[in-house]
């Protein structure tokens, strides 16, 4: 007669549902990516990225203690520099842009703040490809292996805590091991994102760091086919017997299978990254006066952490972690 089941005991009052909450989401929870770009005098605001900018060094300082003051978990770092060329050696300069903001952050902020740096080539290559390209246009897998040894190892000693390799190398992971084992930085930590799916939603950021492939093409032959789900099980295995300490899924929403089966499988520390076109889509729908950015950001962020992610690289950091602390 009546129901025997009733889950809406426990949904009846605020205090209730904080109470059983299966996943909660905290300012830790959050890594905020930031650009910081050579040969500015002023930040830049860039236009598909609302409330985001290319910074100065001095823009990037306050913005890191901002996201500090706000408890963020930490933050991963891109440079744009004012040059490039066929190899991307900007990436692995010492004075380059990058690594001198590293080197600012490391001094202003020692061991306090998490500082991640992403690791890849395609900002620096004046073709804008993550590695070395041939005669006939494709990309060379081990040539480009060495050049990412020397940006881990150019990183590290400008202060990373973290590397983050992006570039989908077949052994990208052991090659920056070994190499930051041999220039003795045994305790840097590699994130690899393991599983990178060649995705639509990254328009904005190339934007960011004005990164475009010349002759239009694509990634397609490096980064994962979304098509494939078993696949990154494969990858990430793989970054994880080549010495990766976290393993990441990106983008996220559209790839929470992922990240659900990589929770499941491996026991490393696992997170997503909520990619510039799912950042931009929910501004653009919000300014719209579509959906509520705040709830909408929150969801997906909770989502994210909901199908097994420990933490979430968001532009939506500092917004999101100011709002949980209000
Ligand atoms: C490659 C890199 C990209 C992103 C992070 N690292 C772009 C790409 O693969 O084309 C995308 C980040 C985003 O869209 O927010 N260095």
């Not at 500015?40 to 100065?56: N, V, Y």
Request: one cysteine or more; charged letters at 25%.
């Amino acid at each position: 007669m009546f129901p025997t089941e009733r889950p809406r005991r426990l949904r009846r009052t605020p205090a209730l549902r904080r109470l059983v909450a299966e996943t909660n989401l905290a300012p830790h929870d959050f890594v905020a990516p930031l650009v910081v770009a050579d040969g500015i005098d002023e930040p830049r605001a860039i236009a598909s990225l609302p409330g985001q900018f290319q910074h100065t060094i001095p823009s990037l300082v306050d913005e890191v203690r901002a996201l500090h003051h706000a408890g963020v978990g930490g933050v991963i770092l891109f440079g744009v520099p004012s040059t490039k060329d066929e190899r991307g050696s900007g990436a692995w300069d010492p004075e380059g842009v990058a690594q001198v903001a590293l080197r600012t952050l490391r001094d202003e902020f020692g061991d306090d703040v998490v500082v991640m740096a992403d690791l890849c080539l395609d900002e620096y290559t004046s073709h804008g490809h993550c590695g070395v390209v041939r005669d006939d246009g494709t990309v060379d897998n081990d040539a480009t292996l060495e050049l990412y040894g020397r940006v881990a190892v150019a990183q590290a000693k400008a202060g990373a805590a973290v590397v983050a390799p992006s570039g989908m190398m077949d052994g990208q992971v052991g090659a920056i091991r070994d190499a930051l084992d041999q220039a003795g930085f045994p305790e840097t930590i590699i994130m690899a994102y393991a599983a990178k799916y060649a995705s639509g939603l990254y328009g904005p950021f190339r934007d960011a760091v004005g990164v475009e492939i010349v002759g239009g093409g694509d990634r397609k032959a490096y980064q994962q086919d979304p098509r494939n789900r078993r696949e990154a099980l494969r990858e990430a295995r793989a970054d994880v017997d080549q010495g990766a300490d976290i393993v990441m899924v990106k983008p996220a929403m559209s790839y929470l299978d992922v990240v659900s089966d990589l929770r499941d499988e491996l026991d490393v520390p696992l997170c997503a990254y909520h990619v510039s076109g799912e950042y931009a889509m929910v501004k653009a729908a919000a300014a719209n006066g579509w959906i509520d950015g705040t709830v909408v950001a929150i969801e997906q962020l909770t989502a994210v952490r909901r199908a097994g992610a420990d933490f979430v690289l968001t532009y939506f950091a500092r917004e999101i972690a100011e709002e949980l602390g209000r």
